[in-house]
């Protein structure tokens, strides 16, 4: 399910080691106790509530070990978002104004650049309330790509109605009153976010989903613009990441091989009217037996209503590679199929593969 549009190989798999980053971050001598000893401080306040999460935005140190763990373990988790999208969306995203509100260390500017091969003259522009953060993010930005355009903001105060809004781990931050007055405020054709997977959260981003669905139309992950019948849904990236990072995320004792995230993205509505199908995605491993999976999916009903079923797909319909696929398979992925029979109120299914 890997949309080869997307500049995976420039990097190999899409891993960003901690040599490539080192010289580029605001301190780059920390030693590795240093940035574990931080990194477990950052992570006792992320665990905390919002209201104080937020001074390790405050000093150069922090900010430094925030970037050497975060950045390259949440980057994937833009690959993951950007390979759901249809090739159509794809390419009218590519030479889009990109404003990445809330971007501390330029985590997503950064994958989303690389990722999408963003030419240069493309405006970037890094939104954060935190100076450090930024400083950060630019001399990230500029190391990696010196000479393109890429400018920072502490507030971002105009309309950009050509732009894609994007927010990463900003909205749990801000709140979703600040971010809705951001939207409206900036007016871009894309709204994207890559949020924390919790379930407390979700509540949060479905209010804000409803309200969006007033001028926007969903493009991932929802099947269509009608309500949402899940008091929690997530997607669900399993990934690896570079030895160096792997070491730390092993010494801080977080575990970041299995990223759960809220991954959206909504597109201004048209003119003229039109129905929204998706298709159906999953939004929930349920069990593997010997003879089948089983996972939740969200899928339109003949009402273009949006509703969470159970379905069944057998094993014996599939391909010892795809046997394989789906044992390791994130949550998040577009399913196609035929409903062969309804069992127990599950649906079994015949998959339906593109070509
Ligand atoms: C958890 S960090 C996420 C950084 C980056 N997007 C990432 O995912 O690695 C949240 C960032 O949001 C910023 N932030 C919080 N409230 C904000 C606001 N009202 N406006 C702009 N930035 C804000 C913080 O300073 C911090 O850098």
């Known amino acids: ?205 479905k209010k804000l989903r409803s309200q969006l669905l007033e001028s926007y139309d969903v493009i991932y992950p929802c099947p269509g613009n009608a309500g949402c019948p899940s008091d929690w849904c997530h997607q669900v990236l399993r990934t690896s990441h570079d030895p160096g990072v792997e070491r730390l995320s092993q010494m801080v004792s977080l575990d970041r091989k299995i990223l759960p995230m809220v991954a959206h993205v909504y597109k201004r509505k048209k003119k003229t009217a039109t129905v929204v199908n998706n298709g159906p995605v999953t939004i929930r491993f349920m069990n593997e037996t010997k003879f089948s999976f089983e996972y939740e999916v969200c899928m339109q009903n003949e009402k273009n209503e949006n509703r969470n079923v159970v379905i069944e797909i057998q094993k014996k319909q599939l391909s010892k590679s795809e046997e394989k696929a789906f044992k390791n398979a994130d949550v998040g992925e577009k399913i196609s199929f035929e409903v062969e029979k309804i069992v127990q109120e599950k649906l079994r299914v015949k998959l339906v593969r593109e070509d």
């Open 1 to 205: 399910m890997e949309n080869n549009q997307l500049n995976t190989r420039a990097f190999g798999p899409f891993v960003l080691s901690l040599e490539e980053l080192r010289p580029h971050l605001l301190i780059s001598n920390m030693t590795e106790p240093e940035i574990v000893k931080y990194i477990k401080e950052i992570s006792m306040k992320f665990t905390k509530k919002r209201d104080q999460i937020t001074d390790y935005v405050l000093d150069h140190r922090q900010v430094s070990a925030y970037a050497s763990f975060y950045l390259p373990t949440n980057m994937p988790k833009m690959h993951f978002l950007l390979s759901r999208l249809p090739g159509s969306v794809l390419d009218d995203l590519k030479n889009r104004p990109f404003i990445d509100m809330g971007a501390g260390p330029g985590t997503f500017s950064l994958a989303y650049k690389m990722l999408m091969k963003i030419p240069g003259h493309v405006e970037m522009t890094a939104v954060d309330s935190a100076q450090i953060m930024l400083d950060q993010a630019t001399k990230i930005m500029n190391g990696f790509f010196p000479g393109d355009k890429f400018q920072t903001m502490r507030k971002y105060q105009t309309a950009q109605p050509n732009g894609i809004l994007f927010f990463g781990h900003s909205i749990n931050e801000m709140g979703i009153d600040r971010a809705q007055d951001q939207i409206m405020t900036i007016d871009p054709e894309y709204v994207m976010w890559i949020e924390p997977g919790t379930s407390e959260f979700f509540h949060d981003i």
